[in-house]
């Protein structure tokens, strides 16, 4: 066979696979459209509740009638007014486990003192890494992974004048909030991503959920946030927490079939990623207050769900728990 006749049929061959191939993500784009219509179909009446939920949970932290969770990187801040000692606190905290107790958080506080910006400026973190001290623990951590995690703030925060005047060159330090964003612009890339980018070797377990949930605290002010950075809405993502997948497969549970928990909390349309994370939180506190109809309600949602049946609303206000926060 002429070898011109070999190569014609090698390109026809990958024509035609091209094709197929391409034709096979076609009718998985199609499915998956179809499958997120289905959902928005059938929780239309659902998802405008897990706003209302997140709203008033958000509310309800703030005023004090529904506990806040223990959640480290809020609470270490919240015994500091300074906005510099806050976002130190609020670093510190990334060391903690997330469902850390008291304890650790006490532990904590008596390390970083009544001045967390003072500690830091004056590199008392050092002391961690030396000698036999760096294997202790505070709070559950060995000291030589703190250490690990502010001497590399420190080197990120460091800026080096000249003064004039004195003939002499100046070392200060930046604020955390303008290390990260200048990381950001210098790498055009989200607040996530140069947090990732400094953080990625300080041996910070939960790694992504706690960076997530980082930037929640500091970026927001609503629920527990402490709004001490400006981040844009739309760079601040959900924390994925152990309990959330379990929580979102309850309302759709079709949801792997769309892509990954990211693109399925999307969809929900709520006003925000973040009020994704405190409707699960709003909806555990309802759990424990209302258990016997929150289980009613999740049992006939699903019921409806699989069956395709397009309820009333007044049949959905009716099974829905009221909100008593």
Request: with cysteine; net charge positive; charged share 30%.
């Amino acid at each position: 066979m002429p070898v011109s006749v070999v190569k014609n049929m090698s390109r026809e061959m990958k024509k035609e696979n091209f094709d197929h191939a391409f034709k096979l993500k076609e009718r998985e784009e199609i499915r998956k459209r179809n499958i997120a219509n289905y959902f928005l179909n059938q929780s239309k009446c659902h998802r405008p509740w897990m706003q209302e939920l997140a709203d008033r949970y958000k509310d309800g932290v703030r005023t004090g009638t529904v506990a806040a969770p223990l959640i480290p990187m809020a609470v270490l801040p919240s015994y500091y007014k300074g906005k510099t000692d806050r976002e130190i606190a609020a670093f510190a905290a990334l060391h903690i486990a997330a469902d850390g107790d008291f304890e650790r958080i006490q532990a904590f506080r008596e390390l970083l003192g009544d001045s967390p910006s003072k500690w830091f400026a004056k590199r008392e973190f050092v002391r961690l890494s030396v000698g036999r001290g760096q294997r202790k623990r505070t709070g559950g951590v060995e000291n030589w992974k703190i250490a690990k995690l502010f001497d590399k703030l420190w080197d990120e925060s460091l800026r080096c004048s000249y003064d004039t005047d004195a003939g002499d060159s100046v070392v200060e330090l930046n604020q955390l909030s303008v290390t990260v964003g200048d990381i950001a612009k210098e790498q055009r890339c989200s607040y996530f991503d140069a947090l990732t980018y400094l953080l990625e070797d300080c041996c910070v377990g939960q790694f992504f959920y706690k960076l997530r949930l980082l930037l929640l605290v500091l970026g927001t002010g609503d629920g527990f946030g402490l709004n001490l950075w400006e981040i844009p809405k739309e760079q601040l993502q959900c924390p994925l927490a152990d309990g959330l997948r379990d929580f979102i497969k309850t309302w759709f549970p079709d949801y792997r079939r769309i892509g990954n928990l990211d693109d399925a909390i999307r969809l929900f349309g709520l006003s925000g990623e973040c009020d994704f994370f405190y409707a699960w939180l709003g909806y555990k506190e309802l759990q424990k207050r209302n258990p016997k109809e929150c289980s009613l309600y999740a049992t006939r949602y699903q019921t409806w769900y699989d069956l395709g049946s397009r309820m009333k609303k007044y049949r959905w206000n009716g099974i829905q728990p009221k909100i008593p926060f």
